[in-house]
């Protein structure tokens, strides 16, 4: 019981062949496509990859890479088949060729499909990676004079001014680091040492936050020093003040620049590997009816295509029974010329 | 009196179609990248209308997107034009055409290098527009409540940021301005009532400068208040601290990015050489008219008769037809 038979004239499975050449050749265009958006995501990822503790993000442009490398090959060598499938002779040059060729294309597929759940799953891992490394830079704003941190500085002030976002979950994480370097602390202050002595690690903590904290759409001049200190601005009232700084953490601001990203390339990879699951199923079709026309003789006649040739649970039994056979390439109880039974 | 006669044998008159109809086509994509270019130009200036007091310097984007379309019109006649010169029955259609066709190339040719000239021109008139745009900018940063002006204070800060500059000249045309609305100054202060007495406007006036004139290369955070007080900071000297604020002034920055866009013409040259080969071509195919050997060495020329005699030539019937219109009452 075959799945999936459909019947071919001549004239159909020329035409079929001609549009198999077609849309490989479009497959072509889709994976350059699929390589260019694996690039595009890789490029955004290191513009940012100072604040992002860990690089296994990039499994998923690598992926999409390798992915569209391989599509633009296999539909190549898929193209220069189906042009030549349209003629019987030139069909018996490829024919020990087809069967493997659309197995690995399957498996091909696949990867596809997985590159495009990749893009969705990723937002977990994201969000753990961007939460210690933005906590990291943070840490580290002040060592502009450390080899290896000294533009973490301008690192996060460009963030938080492009992405408008303050600090990690809010602008209240800057209360907790010492972002000003001891390089510019008067230690003789009384103001300063109070500070330092005020927490058990020596830091001088402050309730202000960095200029680039700043919100453009404030209507005042920005308070960035004793934020939380009605008294000390006129007219101020730290609760109900809405737009002097921004409000939104740079967390989510980069996890929803990132995920807005990755939902569209998803989506277009997805789309991507529907129209290959097509052009293999075609590929499919072509094989079988061309390998019939082989077996009944006559190159002008009907042939039958399929893309099973039994059900499936045959068609899963006899292979899972080659693969079993495949050690045993000699059963010595079935030779006779070996403990001949005399 | 000819003027640039050369001799044309049938091969070269051959090989300057063809050579003629691919640079054609060249000129026309060039035409349409001086088109884009004018769009991008003006699309550029447009975004920053608001420290813009007038809009003078619009005339170059428009030269340039109105000789980009025209460049594009004509290269794509000049194509066709070539494609019919080598068929000598089919060039004779073209005949009447051709010199008003030739009369308009040239003008606009002359128009294409005139907006170049334009761009270095226009420098002058653009600083002029910027300095007093941006000074009013400046001068309403504060008045973000009054309709008309609430945006001036977020553009200002998005500007300063964008293009890394404080101030119109500098980041001391702040210290001349009152940048803080009077609705956040507590008058019963004795510091503030101290600074309005000092100057004879009654304005609150501090050396001090917005968040967004801060520079974040700077290794420290940055000093925008007190800035001409060493002593209000520790370990600070005005005087060589370069990295704490821009120390560039935002005309200078938007006068340096505008000539930077407008530098970019040059398609001009383009379409003048392709009209001198196309009227070398035009008037060696109007010898072999009426010949049956179509394969017979020809001359060409730029012009007829000598310059003052072909221009006396296009001007004498403008000037016949402005007589006669000024005779009709």
């Excluded at chain 1, 075609?282 to 893309?307: F, H, K």
């Excluded at chain 1, 080659?322 to 010595?332: A, D, E, F, R």
């Excluded at chain 2, 991008?40 to 170059?60: F, G, Q, S, Y």
Aim: some cysteine; glycine content about 6%; overall charge positive.
């Amino acid at each position: 019981m075959a799945v999936g038979k459909v019947t071919f004239t001549k004239a159909e499975r020329e035409k079929l062949a001609q549009l198999l050449w077609l849309l490989n050749w479009i497959s072509v265009l889709t994976g350059v496509i699929l390589f260019s958006l694996g690039l595009f995501l890789r490029v955004e990822i290191q513009k940012r990859q100072e604040v992002m503790s860990d690089q296994e993000i990039l499994y998923v442009p690598h992926m999409l890479i390798t992915t569209g490398l391989v599509a633009c090959c296999i539909n190549f060598l898929g193209g220069k088949i189906c042009y030549e499938c349209t003629d019987t002779s030139k069909f018996l040059r490829w024919k020990l060729v087809l069967l493997p060729y659309i197995v690995c294309t399957f498996f091909f597929t696949f990867c596809v499909l997985v590159g495009a759940l990749m893009c969705y799953s990723i937002r977990n891992q994201l969000e753990e990676s961007l939460f210690l490394g933005l906590r990291n830079a943070m840490r580290y704003y002040k060592d502009t004079d450390t080899p290896g941190r000294c533009f973490l500085k301008r690192t996060v002030d460009l963030l938080q001014m492009q992405f408008q976002c303050c600090g990690n979950a809010g602008y209240r994480d800057w209360f907790h680091v010492q972002w000003i370097s001891n390089r510019y602390l008067d230690m003789t202050s009384s103001d300063v040492r109070d500070r330092l002595r005020s927490n058990v690690e020596g830091k001088y903590l402050m309730d202000g936050v960095p200029f680039s904290c700043c919100s453009t759409l404030s209507p005042r001049p920005c308070i960035q020093q004793q934020v939380t200190n009605n008294s000390a601005h006129y007219n101020y009232r730290h609760q109900t003040e809405q737009l002097n700084l921004w409000r939104r953490g740079c967390r989510q601001a980069l996890l929803d620049h990132y995920t807005s990203i990755m939902r569209s390339i998803g989506l277009i990879v997805l789309l991507i590997w529907l129209f290959e699951l097509l052009v293999l199923t075609g590929v499919r079709y072509l094989q079988t009816a061309m390998e019939n026309v082989l077996r009944l003789g006559n190159p002008d006649c009907e042939s039958d295509g399929w893309i099973l040739e039994n059900s499936l649970a045959e068609t899963a039994r006899s292979n899972f029974n080659i693969i079993k056979n495949l050690g045993k390439c000699y059963q010595v109880d079935d030779d006779p010329n070996i403990n001949p039974v005399s | 009196m000819v003027v640039m006669k050369m001799k044309f044998p049938f091969e070269k008159r051959v090989k300057l179609a063809q050579g003629l109809w691919v640079l054609s086509w060249f000129a026309a994509v060039a035409g349409a990248i001086t088109f884009t270019l004018g769009c991008i130009l003006k699309t550029e200036l447009r975004k920053r209308a608001e420290v813009m007091d007038n809009t003078d310097v619009h005339v170059v984007p428009n030269t340039l997107m109105l000789v980009g379309l025209a460049s594009l019109g004509i290269n794509y006649f000049a194509g066709k034009i070539c494609q019919d010169a080598l068929d000598a029955g089919r060039f004779p259609r073209w005949k009447t055409f051709l010199k008003p066709y030739f009369a308009t190339s040239c003008f606009f040719t002359v128009l294409m290098l005139l907006s170049v000239v334009m761009s270095y021109v226009m420098k002058g008139s653009l600083e002029n527009s910027l300095k007093i745009g941006l000074r009013n900018g400046i001068r309403f940063y504060k008045d973000t409540d009054t309709p008309g002006r609430c945006f001036q204070k977020q553009n200002i800060d998005r500007l300063q940021m964008d293009f890394q500059c404080c101030g119109n000249t500098d980041h001391r045309d702040w210290f001349e301005v009152q940048w803080i609305s009077n609705r956040y100054l507590d008058f019963s202060s004795k510091d503030v009532k101290d600074r309005i007495k000092s100057n004879v406007d009654g304005r609150y006036l501090l050396d001090g400068v917005p968040f967004s004139c801060c520079n974040p290369s700077s290794p420290r955070p940055c000093i925008q208040y007190q800035i001409t007080n060493n002593s209000a900071h520790y370990n600070y000297d005005y005087q060589t601290e370069e990295l704490n604020i821009y120390l560039r002034g935002c005309r200078e920055a938007l006068v340096h990015y505008y000539m930077g866009l407008m530098n970019t013409i040059g398609a001009g040259v383009l379409t003048g050489s392709v009209l001198v080969c196309l009227r070398y071509l035009q008037t060696a195919m109007e010898a072999v008219a009426g010949q049956e050997n179509t394969e017979i060495e020809t001359e060409g020329y730029l012009l007829e008769k000598g310059v003052k005699e072909t221009i006396m030539e296009y001007v004498d019937p403008v000037r016949m037809y402005s007589h006669l219109t000024r005779l009709r009452p």
